[in-house]
């Protein structure tokens, strides 16, 4: 079979729209992942921390805004925690969970007492 033989199917709009779900909705997703780090390999740990922080690099901002957090530096501050922890030779999965936990919550309204921990 050669590749001009291959066709891809169009996503279907209802496809679509799971992948389009909004920030809001991927900040369960990504609470899920979070809470997988503690069984997972060091280089799955690795994998999981990169999308956090890709995530939160994308989204945090909009999401700090919508949620009327007017203190964009401490979304900044709590993403460059994340990024340097999971940047780390031999990050600390324990500590970087919890911070993305608070930031996380901090984002999404949830309880964010902890965040300056």
Do not use: W, Y
């Amino acid at each position: 079979m050669t590749p001009q033989n291959l066709t891809v199917s169009p996503t279907s709009p209802s496809l679509a729209r799971v992948f389009e779900a909004s920030p809001f909705r991927q900040l369960s997703t990504i609470r899920e992942m979070l809470g997988t780090l503690d069984t997972l390999t060091m280089a799955g740990q690795r994998h999981i921390m990169a999308k956090v922080v890709s995530f939160i690099r994308a989204n945090g901002s909009q999401l700090a805004q919508l949620m009327g957090c007017s203190d964009d530096g401490l979304v900044g501050d709590l993403l460059g925690r994340l990024a340097l922890e999971s940047e780390r030779l031999a990050p600390d999965a324990r500590r970087f969970g919890q911070q993305a936990h608070n930031l996380v919550d901090l984002l999404g309204g949830g309880s964010s007492s902890q965040v300056a921990a």
